[in-house]
């Protein structure tokens, strides 16, 4: 029998380092090919001047490893909430990773993109209000 | 070179399905064990065991597969669009929790799903 949990704080916790570590990763791969400005796809010589500018990056590592940290958190989320609140929940990461590109990136975010970023939050939080609703009627 | 417009949108919805079926077999795979996680040390041994288990890696094969479509379509498609067309992924996963999971969404959750959608897409188009 699946007990269906409510998000509680600490679940939050994780789902927000879910998305913290995501854009972490996102970050690290886009610093590791940072130097690459010659791949060519369709190319083997160049698919291998790719890995060997790639591989030997400390950006690439650390991503990866971040890679395998998310996917114990995530598992460890899964454990405990809905699929149909931890997927929308997640989607936090399209509010950090603008963010954080526009502080150490300096990308700018247009006023289009700041309506979107606080449109996903209404719905963060109206998902994360769903659970609670659902666990006061048990 | 610009690609068909419907060709960009069932490549897409490919990766999305890719991913959705990745998360149901992992969100039905760890509800099969019915574990209660409360360190590390337990957190470590999930992941161990969901590793010897062989749907797992079909979900993994999965998320190859859609990361390389995505790939390709990146190279075909405006940025913009392309993240547009990706938000459907939230509706893929609602629908298949609700028929496959049996979870209960109620009208707050659909909103709060539709609003994320809605968000990404302007996100994008920003």
Known sequence: MIVKRNLTFKILIFLISTDLMETVAQFCFK?????????????????????????????????LITVLA???????????????????VASFSYVTIPLVCSIFLHERISALRGYGIFCILV???????????????A | MKANIFLIIGLIALTDLC????????KSTIDSFDWHIDSVKKALHLVWQLTKVWRIWIGFFLSGISLLIWLFVLTKADLNL?????????????????IFLKEKISLAR????????????LVAMG
């Open chain 1, 123 to 137: 719905g963060v939080v109206l998902v994360s209000a769903s659970t609670r609703h659902k666990e006061k009627r």
């Open chain 2, 82 to 98: 392309a993240f547009s067309l990706d938000s459907m992924r939230y509706i893929m996963i609602a629908f298949a929790s609700v």
């Open chain 1, 70 to 88: 998310i996917f114990i958190t995530w598992a460890t989320i899964l454990s405990k909430i809905d699929l149909s609140v931890a997927v929308p």
């Open chain 2, 110 to 121: 659909w909103a709060g799903i539709a609003c994320v959608v809605g968000g990404i897409v």
């Open chain 1, 31 to 63: 610093k590791s090919v940072a130097g690459v400005h010659f791949l060519n796809a369709g190319n083997i010589s160049g698919f291998f001047l790719f890995l060997k500018t790639v591989l030997p990056s400390p950006f690439l590592w650390v991503g």
């Open chain 2, 19 to 26: 991913d959705t079926v990745n998360q149901l077999i992992l």
